[in-house]
């Protein structure tokens, strides 16, 4: 039989990659493989025509680059297979308790270029597909034989945050594993370092553990094992019918099914299972928080990091989601007050008609004038009926202040910046927010009738933009407007619970206000506004290949960089940031844990590393004025409450409190 000519193509490239003494075996099988997959995909490209053009004047050459051009694919992936076999070769093995990984050993990308070992795509449940779908995770089975962990696993599905695309498989509950050391069986080698779990954001809606936002340079080079991980997202993560079949919560149980993994095996990859700090940013960090007022999560964890979110923040947990599953339905075409129709046809849904309809529900007029749906959370959280798979079931302000395990916790100067990227995709949100201003009142502050809840939003107006239209010049108003309803103010609620209660772990706030080249979200999404977005700081924790320009080894950003990472990573090995040390460190200060309900220190990252009392004071103290009075069903005028705080003039502490001009405006004109 005649063998296809593309596979003596192959056959060529194979020997070429076995025999050539020019280059190594990896390095040349990588330019085999490379080109094939390039010029797969460079058939309807400008690309290709312009290299076909260079290579005119041989005819030869020309003919055979174009012949190349239609290696199938399936090619170019054997080829791939086979030189990862060979770089990986007697790559690192580790064995778990289900069986065995192989991994590789890399460089940092960093100055130092520390080695360390990745292990990628590592399963820790079943694939949540077909009846599975919308169910907790079911555990998977032991296999024999060797498994590669080489590449990251599918992600899962989700609206791509840069380019609006759906992305993802349903078979997405993979994990990845980076440690700086493995354990040595012949010599007794056990290094037991701290292992940080690293619970990604994106709204529940959105994201991934990978490393394409999330590479674990910085934090391996420190000495931990960082582990990283997927979680089902939007509405096959979080739906809820508020029964017992579908009780909700999903993406919450793939992240205890993910610790229970790493309690179980990441001391096989050089971890200390009785060291796990949880961390991780917005979604992700009410998700740690979460897991501290969470029974099931009990004993997997012994520190937690929550960065901008916190579980009684406004946005974190769902309101009537029986009802929001039904809008789904109705989005999809199917309409239909039955429980058990509604389940059948959504099981049934692909998974991408799925995710672009709860995109819609999201984005749906008349909706966004709230500032919960401005971050755009359309599945969420949710309380459930008491059972033993039960992972939430009684709102996180009456379990406060949950797990005793030291607890650090903060926000970013100008979260609100995040904003912009709404109202690129919605122009209309200001003019929605101006004509409907009431309906940024608080929930827990619109228990009274309308003529209140509207007093309460004048008060609110006058403060962030005395009594001015909401437009693109007063932005700065609704930017600390959204950082203080959404972020400030749900942090310092945690921080004072935690402080009040008999628990014995210390707590940490910190306050990021250093706008850098590696702020994150902002160069992501292109944003120029001054001031540290939401998820800025995570550009300091991670290398993201995108956004590490060639910075001087003596710029501001990596030394905040090093200073973050070594204060994280203490945290993780010791409980505490800033650990009396006996070696030369880059961070030569003390990080107080907050002691007093009254007087909040803090950490304020603003390159300088400063501790301070009592974050944007003058904004904590109207916000504190409106609850006491109208929370618990005051009714006082609270002209007290409404006056405005002079542009950069109110410092506590060392720096201004905000934009806003004095204003003396009353809640109730008298």
Partial sequence: MRVRWWRGVLLCACALVLRSDALPPATLGDVVANAATSLNSMKVTGAWRRLSSTVSESVGLKHALRRLQNVPARA??????????????????????????????????????????????????????????????????????????????????????LFDTYKGDEDCLFLNVYTPALPDKMSGYNPKLAVMVWIHGGAFAMGSGNAFLYGPDHLVSAG????????????????????????????????????????????AFGGDPGR???????????????????????????????????????????????????????????????????????????????????????SAPGKSADLQSTVALPFLPTLEKDGPDAFLTRPPADTLPGADVPFLTGYNAQEGIILFRRLQRYPKLLS?????????????????????????????????????????RNIDGLIDLFTDVMFLRPALETVRQQVASTRTSPTYLYRFAFDGALGLFKRMLGITHPGACHGDEMGYLFYFSRLNYRLDDDSPELAVSRRMVQMWTNFAKTGNPTPSVDYESVVDFSWPRVNDTETISYLDIDGNFTVRADPEPTRVQFWNRLYDDYAAGGHAALGHAAGGHAAGGDKAGGHADGGHSDNNTTLVDE
């Fill in 76 to 161: 170019a992936r054997l080829v791939h297979a086979l030189v990862d076999r060979m770089r990986v070769g007697g790559g690192p093995l580790v064995s778990t308790q289900l069986g065995a990984l192989r991994g590789r050993k890399l460089l940092t990308r960093t100055t130092a270029q520390m080695p360390y070992y990745s292990f990628k795509g590592i399963r820790y449940a079943q694939p949540p597909r077909g009846s599975l779908r919308f169910r907790p995770p079911a555990p998977l089975e032991p296999w024999s034989g060797v498994r590669d962990a080489l590449e990251e696993g599918a992600v899962c599905p989700h609206r791509f945050m």
């Fill in 432 to 472: 929605e927010l101006e004509q409907e201003f009431r309906r940024v009142v608080p929930p827990a502050l619109r228990g009274h009738n309308d003529t209140l809840t509207d007093k309460i939003a004048d008060a609110i107006r006058a403060f962030y933009f005395q009594k001015k239209p909401i437009e693109n």
């Fill in 276 to 362: 796990v700090t949880i961390f991780g940013e917005s979604a992700g960090a009410a998700s740690v928080h979460l897991h501290m007022l969470s029974p099931t999560s009990q004993g997997l964890f012994h520190a937690a990091i929550a960065q901008s979110g916190v579980a009684v923040a406004p946005w974190a947990l769902a309101q009537e989601p029986r009802a929001r599953a039904f809008e789904l339905g109705r989005e999809l075409g199917i309409d239909t007050n039955n429980t058990d129709e509604l389940l059948g046809y959504l099981r049934a849904t692909p998974s991408e008609l799925l995710v672009k309809a709860g995109a819609r529900l999201s």
């Fill in 224 to 267: 931990v094992v960082l582990v990283t991980l997927n979680y089902r997202l939007g509405a096959l993560g979080f739906l809820s019918l508020e029964n017992d079949e579908v009780s909700g919560n999903m993406g919450l149980k793939d992240q205890v099914m993910a610790l229970k993994w790493v309690r179980d095996n990441i001391e």
